[in-house]
């Protein structure tokens, strides 16, 4: 009886390192790829530009962030069991308000009663990017729920703006003018970091959840001012493979 037991437990202890060898092994070298969406919060830094000092005080106190998002696919190699390399292509919508009020300007002489200044001004804008990220992705623990923490940049082509804007006049009056530029076709640099939950469904299929910013590494051309972007948002991802 004491024979048999031994052998028992000596089998049970061989098969459960085999069986955990064999899940930790399967994410090594292997590549996935999928879809994700991360709708998120994006505002403006305004730095100076060419001694533009009052201007961006101006400019900052007239402007707020707005909700917009980051979509596309990745795609994801397993270098090892805990590091991989993500790349893929994503399409942004950032932007921002921005806010007019004419109590709050300096207008010399009657130009302040003038019918023809609007009392206030709205303006939403949206600049759409094209990116390439390249990042890389530690993660801790070796089961179907794992942390990871992503540290990387992308090259943003700038592809388009578009706005809004609502004219509020002394006699009620509300226009509306929207305007597109597709001029803007320029390059700039944006670093991201993120941590979140990456957690396997089934063999070939999992799901990441979790925050990411991103932040301009190179000024945009923006009011004339250089601009920064900044983004935080809730990533969701569903990977294959």
């Known amino acids: 009886?004491?024979?048999?037991?031994?052998?028992?437990?000596?089998?049970?202890?061989?098969?459960?390192?085999?069986?955990?060898?064999r899940t930790y092994s399967k994410e090594k070298g292997n590549l996935q790829y999928g879809i994700f969406f991360l709708p998120g919060y994006s505002y403006l830094e305004i730095g100076e530009k060419d001694g533009s000092e009052g201007s961006v005080?101006?400019?900052?106190n007239a402007i707020s962030g707005r909700i917009g998002y980051i979509a596309g696919i990745k795609m994801q190699y397993n270098i090892f069991n805990n590091l991989a390399l993500e790349s893929g292509l994503h399409f942004a919508d950032k932007g921002y308000h921005y806010h007019f009020d004419k109590k709050d300007m300096?207008?010399?002489?009657?130009?302040?009663?003038d019918p023809l200044?609007?009392?206030?001004?709205?303006?939403?804008?949206?600049?759409?990017f094209v990116s390439v990220p390249l990042a890389l992705k530690f993660y801790i623990f070796n089961s179907n729920t794992r942390v990871y923490l992503s540290v990387g940049a992308s090259a943003?082509?700038?592809?388009?703006?578009?706005?809004?804007?609502?004219?509020?006049?002394?006699?009620?009056?509300?226009?509306?003018?929207?305007?597109?530029?597709?001029?803007?076709?320029?390059?700039?640099?944006?670093g991201t970091g993120g941590l979140g939950l990456y957690y396997t469904v089934v063999q070939g299929f999992a799901i990441e959840l979790g925050p990411e910013i991103t932040y301009s590494l190179k000024p945009l051309n923006i009011a004339f001012l250089n601009s920064y972007y900044c983004s935080v948002g809730l990533q969701l991802a569903f990977l294959f493979g």
């Open 117 to 128: 200044i609007p009392e206030k001004a709205t303006s939403s804008y949206h600049h759409y």
């Open 156 to 190: 943003d082509y700038f592809l388009s703006s578009k706005a809004k804007t609502t004219l509020d006049y002394t006699d009620h009056r509300e226009v509306i003018v929207n305007y597109s530029s597709l001029d803007s076709n320029t390059i700039s640099y944006t």
């Open 1 to 21: 009886m004491t024979n048999r037991l031994v052998i028992i437990l000596l089998l049970i202890m061989n098969v459960f390192p085999l069986s955990a060898q």
């Open 57 to 60: 005080n101006v400019f900052s």
């Open 106 to 113: 300096l207008i010399i002489g009657t130009q302040q009663e």
